[in-house]
């Protein structure tokens, strides 16, 4: 049988493995951030203006197909609007 101490040790006797260092941290992402390649204000603005395009081409879809499921299921069902 599995000695049960072993499998599973008590979690207060474990150790920290890594100390946390709130300036260490900081300057990490601070690194981190100056290797992102960041958008122009052109390409935020063109991509911008897609998402709004597709959200209006999205909504029209949705609600003609809405419009046909609801046309459909009152005539099947025979029920008079």
């Given at each position: ?43 935020t603005t063109i991509t911008t203006i ?16 809405d419009q046909i499921l609801r ?11």
């Open positions: 049988m599995i000695d049960r101490v072993r499998a599973f040790p008590d979690s207060r006797m474990r150790t920290p493995t890594m100390a946390f260092s709130p300036f260490k941290f900081l300057q990490e992402v601070r690194t981190e951030t100056a290797k992102v390649t960041w958008p122009t204000r052109r390409e897609m998402v709004f395009i597709m959200v209006a081409v999205s909504s029209v879809f949705f609600f003609v197909a046309l459909l299921v009152t005539f099947i069902l025979g029920i008079q609007a």
